[in-house]
């Protein structure tokens, strides 16, 4: 079974703390991706990366950046948190794409609030 | 412009009764894919189906099909025989040409009543 985690549900910070969100694929899949999730805004993505060290700016990347040191891991990192930044964060991975059907494989999602 | 655009920010349905959520896009590629996807309130995106562009059929997976019109640039999801379980948001998704990013629309909340 597909497994994407997510180190943690919910999470509390300050604003100015530096975050670490970090994401887990066991499926061997070369891309991973983070996306926040806002009411009436869907999901936009931040960043995502197709190879180990590799990594691409998607739509909002401003104030975030991305490790990929190793394939089955992503991090989010918030450098200095602001209030602006309260979202879900969700990551996803999929298989470099050989048919067009391979879907993205979601993890539960992170709840960060920053006070 | 959207590339995806999700016009109903919230449905109701009767359960049993069958429901269609609107999903139009914008894209010049020939070639892409159309994705739609399920998020209860527990926040995991669930993959339900999904059409490629030049797929004569439309797709159907259980429940779900997907109402294709290429000329009208339109996906429209039809759920079947609604249940309870089916109340959540559900979003459409395109992924153009070979690339590996999916676009999401704002998506629309769902709920099955009694």
């Known amino acids: 079974d597909v497994k994407v985690t997510q180190s943690s549900r919910y999470l509390v910070k300050r604003t100015g703390e530096k975050v670490f969100l970090e994401c887990v694929q066991d499926?061997?899949?070369?891309?991973m991706f983070w996306y926040r999730q806002d009411p009436g805004l869907g999901l936009r993505l931040i960043y995502f990366?197709?190879?180990?060290?590799?990594?691409e700016k998607g739509d909002i990347p401003e104030g975030y950046s991305v490790s990929r040191e190793k394939k089955e891991r992503f991090s989010l990192i918030l450098e200095s948190a602001s209030t602006n930044q309260t979202s879900m964060y969700l990551c996803?991975?999929?298989?470099?794409?050989?048919?067009?059907?391979?879907?993205?494989?979601f993890g539960p999602g992170t709840r960060l609030l920053v006070l | 412009a959207q590339k995806i655009t999700q016009t109903q920010p919230g449905m109701f349905v009767q359960e049993k009764e069958a429901v269609t959520l609107d999903c139009t896009y914008d894209?010049?590629?020939?070639?892409?894919?159309l994705f739609w996807y399920k998020q209860p309130s527990s926040g995991e995106m669930i993959f339900l189906i999904y059409?490629?562009?030049?797929?004569?059929q439309n797709a159907t997976e259980g429940r779900y099909s997907l109402n294709f019109q290429k000329a009208r640039k339109s996906a429209n999801l039809v759920i079947s025989a609604s249940q309870l379980g089916d109340s959540a948001m559900y979003f459409c998704?395109?992924?153009?040409?070979?690339?590996?990013?999916?676009?999401f629309g704002t998506g629309t909340q769902l709920k099955v009543e009694l």
């Open positions: 059409q490629g562009s030049y797929d004569e």
């Open positions: 998704a395109m992924r153009e040409g070979g690339g590996n990013k999916l676009t």
């Open positions: 499926m061997d899949h070369e891309n």
């Open positions: 990366s197709y190879d180990v060290k590799m990594k």
């Open positions: 894209t010049s590629d020939q070639s892409y894919g």
């Open positions: 996803a991975s999929s298989s470099r794409t050989s048919g067009r059907e391979e879907t993205q494989y």
